[in-house]
């Protein structure tokens, strides 16, 4: 039997890589990344907090407006209280829809990541003149807000075309973040030339773990510990990213906001061991490596 498969990069077993640092001698990198997103009302794609595949309603259009209108300003004071560089996958129309959070997010010098228009629609569904014009408006409203265009790229709920890297690459997108296959950057190739793949968990995820795995907020806060003290033992012996995924309707809840900031504090406590940083800080850092040093290049 044959299995289908792709060109996109070449097996490369974990052990078999070169070993590099981190800026500071650091071995472990440690990203925050935020997902703030804008859905259709009674139309669309979107989350229920309840039923997996749930029609839209009223109620469950409203749950997921409470992370815009209540949660994203939790999580903006948790993450001036503990100094925390976060890096925000925006939906681009959150210029048109919640203009304040981008000006929040402005002022915090936080990094900006595409993350299409709404997550009311997939890319994967799209021929690849319409996927180009996905990519085009989005990256044209995220530029025109914040005055430079966004480096890194989300898609929403993580869906590729066979063309989808190759239209980053051309965009002029240094990175993404929709292939959760490893704990380290590596590079892909492209029809143009390569993009770099940064680490991006759909495992240490608030939104898959808490609302269709049903999992508590003290068990992301176990989840979140377990997995930063599992990989910066591991650390020792090569770079690793640690991400953890948050949205604001899910995390941002008060009483899962609490077991969030446990989990923090228990991570900063380790904040001379580690690198807190952004997926752009990563890509940018890698770009700068010797070839041969991250896989791919």
Sequence with gaps: MKLATHDRYAYSPLDARPVYDWPGGKRLAVCF???????GFLEGLGTDSTVIGAPQTTRNYAWRDYGNRVGQWYLFDLFDEYGIPASHNL??????????ILERI????????GHGRTNAERQDVLDEADEAALIRETTDALTGFFGTPPTGWLGPYLAQTPVTLDLLDEAGYAYVMDWPADDQPFWMRTRRGRI???????????SPAMVFRQHSGEEFERMMIDQFDEMLH???????????VLHPFVVGQPFRLRALRRAIAHILRHRDDIWLTTPGEIAEYCAGLPEGTVPGS
């Excluded at 990344?33 to 859905?39: A, L």
């Excluded at 939906?91 to 304040?100: A, F, K, T, W």
């Excluded at 770099?196 to 608030?206: A, G, M, R």
């Design 33 to 39: 990344c935020n997902n703030i997103e804008v859905f």
């Design 91 to 100: 939906n681009s129309l959150l210029v048109d829809h919640c203009p304040e």
């Design 106 to 113: 402005k002022r915090r010098g936080d990094e900006v990541i």
């Design 196 to 206: 770099l793949s940064v680490p991006y968990s759909i495992e240490l995820n608030d």
């Design 234 to 244: 591991q650390s020792k012996k090569r770079p690793l990213v640690y991400t953890a």
